[in-house]
């Protein structure tokens, strides 16, 4: 059974810069699509970012939602079984939960990685606050 936790959420000012991280146990990052994804108040859950391998395993694939696109960076370390989100120059429209998510199985579109039905596994979420 693979469980995420999520840790590094908090309250900043906009402009500032904050890590998440998600520890993953039960699995291996390395094996599966590790996504970040966020909810807001009154909205639904969107996809942030993924990482995942090639076929081969020595390329990794970053995928960003345009909202981060520049400012956030997924990345992973094998030898923690963690990936991380740096979210930089953030903004008050970052204020949300965030979630991550791995994917238990190989898609053959990148863009079926951006809905949150094609995970399997979630984490706890942690909350993130921007403050204008």
């Known amino acids: 059974q693979v469980q995420l936790v999520e840790s590094g959420g908090g309250l900043v000012q906009a402009g500032d810069s904050l890590r998440l991280s998600c520890a993953a146990s039960g699995g291996t990052f390395s094996s599966y699509a590790m996504g970040w994804f966020r909810q807001a108040p009154g909205k639904e859950r969107e996809f942030v970012a993924v990482i995942r391998r090639s076929a081969g395993r020595s390329v990794f694939y970053r995928y960003y939602a345009d909202a981060v696109k520049g400012r956030f960076t997924i990345s992973g370390d094998d030898a923690k079984n963690t990936v991380y989100l740096q979210m930089s120059s953030l903004m008050p429209e970052d204020t949300a939960v965030y979630y991550c998510?791995?994917?238990?199985?190989?898609?053959?579109?990148?863009?079926?990685?951006?809905?949150?039905?094609?995970?399997?596994?979630w984490g706890q979420g942690t909350q993130v606050t921007v403050s204008s």
């Open positions: 998510a791995t994917a238990t199985r190989t898609y053959y579109s990148d863009t079926d990685y951006y809905t949150p039905t094609n995970y399997h596994y």
